[in-house]
């Protein structure tokens, strides 16, 4: 039987950081957070695990930045555990999965909604018994390993994606653990092998997705790189031709698959055949675009979709729809500075001078120290002969940061 029980539901004091210990979690047990709020600055919720020497180890991170207002996460491996929020700047670069920041350049105080509830498995079996005997497990706890399996892999995921490639092994071998039959998992755990150079290690774990499902495209696609790090080009090719042959099962079932498109792009691209290849790269980007229109049928005011499908269309040449979409997410979000300069970076390559410096001008507006600003504001003013105000842009650009050589051309 499953247990809730709140361990804090309450808002903060305005601050800049705040920290809570939640307690602990034993075998069956799970914390379910969820933190909101209003405030236009981005922030951070990080989960530390601790020590009983007070040492603390980073588990989780989740950045949040406006138009998001909450974040929702979950923890359910044993320990005790700590929970911190912090506010950023508005010049945290929010173009990349990791928050960038200048420690130094720390945001005003924030008011956070916290909701702490820790779910507890009342009368819980042994993880052996659970295993061994799964005639014996009731519904409700066979889904709940099934959920578990799933944790784990999703939070190798999150570490795989951080560049942490053992830590992501370790969540990968729990989830196989809990289902070894997952040929997700197996994929995944080759990949995480791959980037770690252990190719033969990486060559066993795809055999082992493929043995599970021959038609897994990913662990053809996986398995052939790791093929030709070994130099086994012949046995290489014919993991990318049956990796090509797979994706196109797939694509048969679902020619909107862009997913498969992608992986039938980078097999093609391995084998050298990059027209192809271009092709259904290009089929990505057109799908990306049907997903951007679709969110903004349902909600016009995403700014998040409007900039996200204006990088999109950057991407396949059409320069003028770009600036379309750029403009109408700056629009709705006039402070978000890389935003304003990435529009600014798309008229200068187009040969409009005026209109970029317009941008660069708007985004030092919003942050005056920025260093991308200035130095964008430098060329683009070099570009149109005003020599005078590029090498005090560049100036200024050297203030926060830059390495420019005050040397412009006459």
């Not at 021959?214 to 070994?230: C, Q």
């Not at 691209?269 to 290849?277: P, Q, S, T």
Request: aromatic share 8%.
């Amino acid at each position: 039987m499953l247990k809730n029980v709140t361990i804090f539901d309450g808002t903060t004091e305005p601050a800049i950081q705040y920290t809570k210990n939640l307690g602990e979690l034993s075998n069956g047990d799970t914390f379910y957070i969820n933190v909101q709020s209003d405030s236009i600055y981005p922030w951070d919720l990080t989960i530390y695990r601790t020590a009983p020497n007070e040492d603390r180890l980073h588990w989780i991170t989740h950045q949040c930045i406006a138009p998001q207002k909450e974040v929702n996460t979950q923890v359910i491996d044993n320990g005790s555990y700590q929970l911190e929020l912090k506010s950023r700047s508005l010049s945290t670069e929010t173009n990349l999965v990791l928050v960038k920041v200048d420690p130094g350049d720390l945001s005003t105080s924030i008011r956070w909604h916290i909701l702490v509830i820790k779910n507890t498995l009342v009368n819980k079996q042994s993880e052996t018994n659970l295993a061994l005997d799964s005639n014996d497990i009731s519904i409700d706890n066979q889904s709940r390993i099934n959920t578990a399996a799933d944790e784990w892999l999703e939070k190798g995921t999150v570490l795989h994606n951080q560049g942490k490639y053992h830590d992501a092994l370790y969540a990968y071998g729990k989830s196989i653990e809990i289902n070894p039959q997952n040929t997700i998992i197996w994929c995944k755990k080759g990949n995480a092998l791959s980037e770690l150079g252990r190719h033969y290690e990486a060559i066993q774990a795809y055999e082992k997705a493929l043995e599970i499902n021959p038609l897994n495209a990913d662990a053809w696609y996986g398995e052939g790189k790791a093929l030709d790090e070994l130099n086994r080009r012949d046995e290489g090719i014919h993991a990318y031709d049956e990796a090509i042959q797979a994706y196109d099962k797939a694509l048969e079932t679902n020619p909107l698959n862009s997913d498969a498109w992608t992986g039938k792009g980078n097999a093609l691209e391995k084998l050298g055949r990059d027209e192809e290849a271009t092709t259904c790269f290009n089929q990505v980007i057109e799908l990306t675009i049907q997903d951007y229109n679709r969110a903004l049928t349902k909600n016009p005011q995403d700014a998040d979709a409007w900039y996200g499908k204006a990088n999109t269309l950057e991407k396949l040449g059409r320069h003028y729809e770009a600036l379309q979409a750029y403009n109408r997410s700056i629009e709705l979000n006039p402070r978000n500075v890389d935003w304003v300069l990435q529009e600014g970076k798309v008229l200068e390559s187009l040969g409009r001078h005026e209109e970029a410096l317009n941008c660069f001008n708007k985004a030092i507006e919003v942050d005056p120290k920025n260093l991308d600003a200035w130095s964008l504001k430098g060329k683009v003013l070099d570009n149109l002969g005003r020599r005078d105000e590029a090498k005090e842009a560049y100036k200024e650009a050297n203030k926060y940061g830059g390495h420019f050589f005050i040397s412009i051309r006459s």
